[in-house]
């Protein structure tokens, strides 16, 4: 198991409080604007059939507006579709395709999502970083292999430090897809929650009979007790890793069928996924201002961010270095969810 896997278990058993995630630095979040929709979720559900097994995939119009929702994002309409309960449950499903499809070995821009790393593991396929830096730095640099065919892994937006891929990155990626008819797997669970108002994803633009991009509702509207992501992914593989999928997770809950369905449509009116980024924008520029939190990255999207925090934290309080994220070069530096229940620490409303 990796060293970032082993850290992350100790986290969760080892101490106490990151059982819960209820960390500065952790997975659970606040959603002050959510009420509503869960009531809406809660009374879709009520209407269904709790004695039947329930299929995402089986649900035509779900798939339907979830295709147009992309539609209307990206000007790009998917090739297929597969949904599933939860990001962790795609991600080892595509790891299971990889190996029934023979795949030895995948490359990826660091970092990697802690969960694919085991995944791969328990499968024998090797994983090797294509830079030495992560997106966001500087000195950021991609060697990319020039084998055909090959896989490569890539987060957009770098979720911890809330940060895109560039264009021009994007654009290299496009150009080594076409000379080397190469896959690449996009996590972009924290997608379509930018800073700056922008609506679409620039890795919509990478040819999609050769991506797959992972999407979760559940994290864009920070409401995770609901499971519920998505894979855009080619025609051509569609069969295979659905029924990977179907074999390791099985039916969906009546719950996430429903979710899904409130959560497409309050996404395509974006509304309430506007309300966090704000929100998370508002905090992130007070605790600036205010000195408690300094970074040399500027973030641009989502609720996490890689910060200096300039106040003591109580020692209960866990918080995530560089090392939980393959990064070595920001000594002191620490993520921070500004929707998390633990912002109190350091952040107090007006």
Same mark, same amino acid.
């Given at each position: 198991?990796? &060293?970032?896997?082993?850290?992350?278990? *100790?986290?969760?058993?080892?101490?106490?409080?990151?059982?819960?995630? @209820?960390?500065?630095?952790?997975?659970?979040?606040? =959603?002050?604007?959510?009420?509503?929709?869960?009531?809406?979720?809660? =009374?879709?559900?009520? &209407?269904?059939?709790?004695?039947?097994?329930?299929?995402?995939? #089986? #649900?035509?119009?779900?798939?339907?507006?979830?295709?147009?929702?992309?539609?209307?994002?990206?000007?790009?309409?998917?090739?297929?579709?597969?949904?599933?309960?939860?990001?962790?449950?795609?991600?080892?499903?595509?790891? /299971?395709?990889? *190996?029934?499809?023979?795949?030895? &070995?995948?490359?990826?821009?660091?970092?990697?999502?802690?969960?694919?790393?085991?995944?791969?593991?328990?499968?024998?396929?090797?994983?090797?970083?294509?830079?030495?830096?992560?997106?966001?730095?500087?000195?950021? &640099?991609?060697?990319?292999?020039?084998?055909? =065919?090959? $896989?490569?892994?890539?987060? @957009?937006? /770098?979720?911890? +430090?809330?940060?895109?891929?560039?264009?021009?990155?994007?654009?290299?990626?496009?150009?080594?897809?076409?000379?080397?008819?190469?896959?690449?797997?996009? @996590?972009?669970?924290?997608?379509?929650?930018?800073? +700056?108002?922008?609506?679409?994803? @620039?890795?919509?633009?990478?040819?999609?009979?050769?991506?797959?991009?992972?999407?979760?509702?559940?994290?864009?509207?920070?409401?995770?007790?609901?499971?519920?992501?998505?894979?855009?992914?080619?025609?051509?593989?569609?069969?295979?890793?659905?029924?990977?999928?179907?074999?390791?997770?099985?039916?969906?809950?009546?719950?996430? $069928?429903?979710?899904?369905?409130?959560?497409? *449509?309050?996404?395509?009116?974006?509304?309430?996924?506007?309300?966090?980024?704000?929100?998370?924008?508002?905090?992130?520029?007070?605790?600036?201002?205010?000195?408690?939190?300094?970074?040399?990255?500027?973030?641009?999207?989502?609720?996490?961010?890689?910060?200096?925090? !300039?106040?003591?934290?109580?020692?209960?309080?866990?918080?995530? !270095?560089?090392?939980?994220?393959?990064?070595?070069?920001?000594?002191?530096? /620490?993520?921070? =969810?500004?929707?998390?229940?633990?912002?109190?620490?350091?952040?107090?409303? +007006?």
């Amino acid at each position: 198991m990796s &060293k970032i896997n082993q850290q992350y278990e *100790k986290l969760t058993f080892e101490q106490e409080i990151g059982r819960s995630g @209820d960390i500065l630095s952790g997975w659970q979040c606040n =959603n002050p604007f959510s009420t509503e929709f869960i009531s809406n979720v809660r =009374n879709r559900s009520l &209407k269904m059939d709790y004695r039947r097994y329930v299929y995402l995939d #089986e #649900e035509d119009r779900l798939l339907n507006r979830i295709s147009g929702l992309h539609k209307k994002l990206d000007g790009v309409q998917p090739e297929s579709i597969i949904c599933g309960s939860g990001s962790t449950a795609l991600l080892f499903a595509f790891v /299971t395709h990889l *190996k029934n499809l023979g795949i030895k &070995k995948i490359f990826y821009v660091p970092p990697i999502y802690y969960t694919i790393l085991p995944a791969l593991e328990r499968y024998g396929i090797l994983a090797e970083p294509v830079s030495t830096s992560q997106p966001y730095e500087l000195s950021f &640099k991609m060697t990319l292999p020039k084998r055909r =065919n090959s $896989v490569l892994f890539i987060s @957009d937006p /770098t979720w911890y +430090s809330g940060t895109s891929i560039s264009n021009e990155t994007i654009k290299q990626l496009i150009r080594w897809q076409n000379e080397t008819s190469s896959y690449i797997f996009v @996590d972009g669970s924290m997608q379509y929650l930018s800073w +700056s108002g922008k609506v679409g994803e @620039d890795s919509s633009m990478l040819d999609p009979s050769l991506t797959f991009r992972l999407i979760c509702p559940s994290k864009q509207l920070a409401i995770n007790g609901f499971r519920f992501s998505y894979l855009l992914l080619p025609n051509l593989h569609y069969q295979k890793l659905a029924w990977a999928y179907a074999n390791i997770y099985g039916a969906a809950s009546v719950e996430s $069928v429903a979710f899904a369905y409130e959560a497409i *449509k309050i996404l395509s009116k974006r509304k309430m996924s506007t309300q966090l980024v704000k929100l998370a924008i508002e905090r992130h520029s007070k605790l600036r201002e205010q000195k408690i939190i300094e970074s040399k990255i500027n973030p641009d999207s989502g609720y996490f961010v890689f910060e200096k925090i !300039n106040k003591v934290i109580p020692k209960k309080h866990i918080v995530m !270095n560089g090392r939980f994220f393959e990064q070595a070069n920001f000594p002191g530096y /620490t993520k921070i =969810n500004l929707l998390s229940p633990s912002i109190r620490l350091i952040f107090k409303s +007006s």
